[in-house]
């Protein structure tokens, strides 16, 4: 078996998620080539063959790739993939546009959102939101599939000794273009990838309030995130909305406040490593999935967090 | 120009699903059903693309059992035209679905194929990047802005770290993100309107797609559940606990 890792980066540098997915692939099998498809990325292939692990990476270096437009690059991976008895992506927004796109063209059933290897063709995945982990067996003679990335260590970025080879086959379908890109500038960390999150909820009572955890996010270098109640009542945008519907979230620290728990919140947070609750309900569903849980008002707990950290 | 619009029958959103005891599957007898919540934002996404003067007729299309019909019907009543229930009593894969929807478009020849990223029973993000690799046209995924213009569609894309607009030559794909728009109500009089509108039945054989599963489900369990917490006094002891016991700040 031989595994086929589709690299994520922005032409200059490889992404840290990639390295969670080598460690998944690694778990299948030990011969992993990974493919960086890009635009003037040759640095990047230096980048990726130094990843403990990589035996060889292919470098597809052309105009058409420089956006990682789902048109062209599902063809060139479809054309790699018969190759590799797995092809593997992060499941972040890039690895979800385009897998499923390659998995089409080669007629292959792919697995989304992996988060253990069972065996070579065996996986866990969470559907209903997390709320239901199914082990699904594939039989197709490649297994494409999506990599959770929250679920998988990141393999040592140093140390490898990979070969580098190009790959020249170049797909223009010229029926997409990539027209512009507006990267949030926050200061703050983002909210999918972000080591602790603080949630604001109804509780908050006006969007006038979040500017509290705003300013407790900053001191922890924490992203801001809210519940469904918070953004209907229009205190916040809804791209900050975590939960079924929004955005799923595991950072290492989540502290909901003024967070009630509906099972709709919960569905984007519980696999948070400590999760903290501030609510002056003491029966708020949030307790009963929090490790520690305060009672208390946050009108005052939260100016006090401020002053001591 | 012509909306195709995809719509799937799911679990609410509002329930809590749960395996069944044997862990064969999940519990689904006598849940409350709905619209997939991303399908009906494609859904409104269309009537608006037609109150626009862009669109002039919108087909709904589901694929499920008969009740799926409610879904469909659903879709009327919010302003599409005419509805086609691809009939099947088992679960389709994303590429059978995939397949059906493919066989609709070489039907109906649409501009704009709208659906939702995905459906929150199977999670999968598949079906629309399916479709656009079997028809050939180009994807504008996780949509949140949509213009159309000139045999073109300027689709903002959410990304992780932000957005994204591609420019995609029509006929295209393209799925919904929960920031596209706000879903509307449907009126009583447009549910009742929506009772005389066309609807079309088919299955998945008449078709011509094979549905047969690439993918066996062994079992299914609930997550790994969270230990009881503890509850702190103050916010001294919190910020003790998180620094000296948890080690996250």
Redesign the interface.
């Known amino acids: 078996m031989s595994i086929l890792v589709i690299a994520e980066h922005d032409n200059s540098h490889l992404k840290a998620v990639t390295l969670n997915t080598i460690t998944a692939a690694l778990t299948i099998d030990s011969d992993i080539t990974l493919l960086v498809a890009g635009a003037n990325c040759s640095g990047v292939g230096s980048e990726a063959a130094a990843i403990q692990g990589v035996g060889k990476v292919l470098v597809a270096d052309n105009e058409a790739y420089g956006?990682r437009?789902?048109?062209n690059l599902?063809p060139l991976i479809a054309e790699l993939a018969p190759g590799y008895s797995h092809v593997l992506a992060p499941a972040?927004?890039?690895g979800?546009?385009?897998?499923?796109?390659?998995?089409?063209?080669l007629?292959?059933?792919?697995?989304?959102?992996v988060i253990a290897v069972e065996g070579a063709d065996?996986f866990k995945r969470?559907?209903?939101?997390?709320?239901?982990?199914?082990?699904?067996?594939?039989?197709?003679a490649i297994k494409l599939m999506t990599v959770r990335t929250t679920a998988f260590d990141a393999a040592p970025a140093e140390g490898g000794s990979g070969s580098i080879e190009s790959f020249d086959s170049v797909y223009n379908?010229?029926?997409?273009?990539?027209?512009?890109?507006?990267?949030?500038a926050s200061e703050r960390p983002?909210l999918?990838?972000a080591k602790?999150v603080i949630s604001g909820g109804r509780g908050l009572a006006s969007s006038e309030n979040f500017k509290m955890l705003e300013r407790l996010a900053d001191k922890?270098g924490a992203a801001i995130g809210a519940s469904r109640a918070a953004v209907d009542a229009g205190f916040v945008?809804?791209?900050m909305?975590v939960g079924?519907?929004?955005k799923i979230v595991a950072p290492?620290?989540y502290i909901a406040v003024g967070i009630s728990g509906a099972?709709?919140h919960l569905a984007g947070m519980?696999?948070s490593?400590?999760?903290?609750a501030i609510n002056k309900d003491e029966e708020a569903p949030i307790?009963?999935?929090?490790?520690?849980?305060?009672?208390?008002d946050l009108f005052d707990?939260i100016p006090?967090?401020e002053e001591?950290? | 120009m012509k909306v195709l619009v995809a719509v799937k029958r799911v679990v609410d959103y509002n329930v809590k699903v749960r395996p069944k005891a044997d862990g064969s599957g999940v519990e689904l007898n006598n849940l409350k059903m709905s619209i997939n919540p991303f399908c009906e934002i494609a859904v409104e996404e269309a009537v608006r693309l037609k109150e626009n003067g862009i669109a002039t007729e919108i087909v709904a299309v589901s694929i499920g059992p008969q009740q799926a019909q409610e879904q469909v019907r659903a879709s009327l009543a919010l302003g599409a035209d005419k509805g086609i229930l691809i009939k099947t009593e088992q679960g389709l894969e994303p590429l059978a679905v995939a397949k059906c929807l493919k066989a609709i478009c070489d039907q109906e020849n649409p501009d704009i194929v709208l659906m939702g990223k995905q459906s929150i029973d199977g999670d999968n993000n598949q079906t629309g990047q399916m479709l656009g690799a079997l028809t050939g046209y180009p994807q504008g995924t996780f949509a949140s802005e949509l213009k159309v213009d000139g045999g073109k569609a300027s689709v903002t894309r959410e990304i992780d770290g932000g957005l994204q607009t591609v420019s995609l030559t029509l006929p295209a794909i393209v799925t919904t993100d929960l920031r596209l728009n706000e879903p509307r109500y449907a009126s009583l009089p447009n549910i009742m309107k929506a009772k005389k509108k066309p609807m079309e039945e088919t299955t998945p054989e008449a078709l011509g797609v094979d549905t047969a599963p690439r993918v066996t489900l062994l079992k299914v369990e609930p997550p790994a559940e969270r230990t009881a917490g503890m509850k702190v006094a103050s916010v001294d002891e919190l910020l003790d606990k998180l620094k000296n016991e948890a080690k996250v700040i």
């Not at chain 1, 007629?107 to 959102?113: E, L």
């Not at chain 1, 307790?287 to 520690?292: E, G, I, K, T």
């Open positions: 956006y437009l789902a048109e599902a972040t927004t890039t979800k546009n385009i897998l499923p796109r390659a998995a089409a063209l007629d292959v059933q792919p697995i989304s959102d065996t969470p559907i209903y939101a997390g709320n239901v982990i199914a082990t699904v067996k594939s039989s197709d379908q010229g029926n997409s273009a990539f027209d512009g890109e507006e990267l949030a983002e999918t990838s602790i922890l945008s809804n791209d909305q079924q519907t929004g290492d620290l099972i709709q519980k696999d490593k400590i999760i903290v307790f009963q999935v929090a490790d520690y849980g305060l009672v208390a707990v006090e967090m001591k950290l």
